[in-house]
């Protein structure tokens, strides 16, 4: 029996009467589905694309199935890999092979490795070789300022752009800091808020007096405690994650409706009216199709879209204009290419160029990273994804065709990498919306307010990265949380108005 009176079996039976709908089937949505239908509620998932997974789109090249978009996740907070573990795949989970990072397109040096004793690129020691070799003399001489002025010029500063710029100057930004935020997160180190990237960065700058000293220390910091966050991935690709859960949720009896677009979501009395764009027809276990409402009821609604549908059925629910998507547009070219070369890498993985030298942002060599697609792949062949477009300009290959775009992804992935790749055996062109991270300038604050007036509606739940922050880690974190608070009132409600 419950502190207020009810037994588990009053519980379970309210869970199950329960009717959730989540809209949205990307990895918020499964993750919310997941935590529903755990605990028996009776749950539907409506998803407008033809397949789940949203951003973890899954994708055939040369017979082999991978993800167009996420590769791997962060262990950050174990959320992902507590999913994993109840989606049944942990003895697949592999981490990366190859973590080391260079930078492509540094103005009159070409292609050098990343300095490795930095914090967001921001370097312990100006005078590294390493360093020296990006930012050159003059860069050094300015970046050695920081060591000299006092640290209080600055006070606490939010804005990572402006912060590293101040102590450091231009090169540093430019160089060092813009090809990881821009490659990584399609964000200028201006749209960085540092105090939520790192957050004990300006106290240990106010306390050492440096930046460099404060990286310094930091970097010590996280070494002491032995403070490590690899990142993991599946033997066998990403694919298997959503392949998993699907698996998991149909065995509770949820149903999944792919290829149904929501278009409005409307409270009336005490439920939800979800309606779906009309065209829509339920195929049933047999393969045969057949007219389904165009209206799903629900008490329970959790929205679980990319940004730009969520602030608009969101709108409708909440009574404001939520405004417009702060994504950045992405595009992501997959290429297996057969390597004359036995080391497609000889860089390293990850390249990112320095921001507005050319027309792709970063170039990775996954099968660098991950070595069962060597396997996979066969000998000879390479997998490499080239990424186009930030905040600071519109993907290159927006305007072209597919094989101008699948050429233009060769030639940049030949610059980034310094191989000869003449031979793409397959490639497959992705558009995506990317998520401003949680460390973007105001992300975390707007986010607090949408779910501060979600949280005023009852039975309504907001998951996906345009909240969370993008990253696996935390849009499962967040997904299991946010459901966790609107399972819970609905569960515990029955008691209060008892
Ligand atoms: C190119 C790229 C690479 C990435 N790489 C990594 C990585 O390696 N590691 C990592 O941790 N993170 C990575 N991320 C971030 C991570 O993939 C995302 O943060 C995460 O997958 C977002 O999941 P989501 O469920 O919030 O959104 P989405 O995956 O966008 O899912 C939203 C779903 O809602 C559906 N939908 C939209 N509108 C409607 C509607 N009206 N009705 C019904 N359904 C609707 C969409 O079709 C979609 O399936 C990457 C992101 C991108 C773009």
Known sequence: MSATGMTVDDLAARARETRVVVVGGGLAGLAAAWQCAKVGMAVTVLEAAPELGGTLRRVELAGTTVSAGPWGWSSRGGAVDELVDDAGLTDR??????????????????????????ILGIPENA???????????????????DRVRPPLTIGSERNLGTLVRARMGQDVVDRLVAPLSVGGFGLAPDEIDVGHAVPKLNAALTRTGSLQAAVAELRAERAEQ????????????????????????????VQIETGT??????????????????????????????ESSPTRVADLVIVATGETDARRLLGGLLGRDLGTSRSVAREVVTLVVDTPDTDAAPRAATVHAVPGTGAADSVVVESARWPWLTGALGAGRQLVTV?????????ATAALGDAETIE???????????????????AHRARFELARPASALGQPE??????????????????GAWVSGSGLARVVADAADETE?????????AERGQ
């Open 485 to 493: 608070r609107v399972r819970r009132a609905r569960l515990f409600a």
């Open 127 to 145: 005078w590294d070789e390493s360093v020296r070799a990006v930012i050159g003399w003059g860069g050094t001489w300015r970046a050695y300022l």
């Open 408 to 426: 233009l992804a060769r030639t940049e992935a030949e610059a980034f990498l310094g191989v000869d790749l003449p031979t793409v055996a397959d």
């Open 93 to 118: 989970v592999v981490e990366a092979a190859e973590t080391a990072t260079w930078i492509a397109r540094v103005p009159k040096v070409g292609a050098v490795p990343a300095p490795e004793t930095t």
């Open 387 to 395: 990424a186009f477009g930030s905040s600071l300009q519109a993907p």
């Open 261 to 290: 677009r929501v278009e409005r979501i409307v409270r009336v009395g005490d439920v939800y009216e979800v309606a779906v764009d009309e065209d829509h027809v339920l195929v049933d276990d047999e393969g045969d199709e057949g």
């Open 226 to 253: 032995g403070e490590s966050t690899p990142l993991k991935s599946l033997d066998g690709g990403m694919p298997q994650l959503v392949d998993a859960l699907v698996a998991r949720l149909v065995e509770r009896d």
């Open 446 to 463: 707007e986010a607090e307010e949408i779910r501060a007036r979600a949280a005023g509606v009852d039975g309504l739940g907001v998951v």
